[in-house]
């Protein structure tokens, strides 16, 4: 590979920009989860057990579980 004139490999920099993408990715992902599973726990410990809320509100956590997976 021809360097660059600052030292640095011109894969070393492309592999740092798709770093940055990922984390980006992966950071969104964690943060639907998070809430999802917050939903959960609020719809869990209200009095009112709604539960066909829960149950779409369990399928659609388990989906994004498994797609985060």
């Known amino acids: 590979m021809s360097k660059l004139k600052t030292g640095r490999h011109k894969s070393a920099i492309k592999e ?3 770093n940055i993408k990922r984390y ?3 950071v ?3 943060s639907r989860l998070k809430t999802s ?4 726990e ?3 410990s209200n009095k009112e057990h709604n539960i ?3 149950k779409l509100q369990l399928s ?3 989906s994004q ?3 985060a997976a």
């Open 28 to 30: 969104a992902i964690k």
């Open 37 to 40: 599973i917050k939903k959960i």
């Open 42 to 44: 609020k719809l869990v």
């Open 52 to 54: 066909s809320l829960l």
């Open 24 to 26: 980006k990715h992966n």
């Open 16 to 18: 740092a920009r798709k």
């Open 65 to 67: 579980l498994d797609k």
């Open 60 to 62: 659609t956590t388990f």
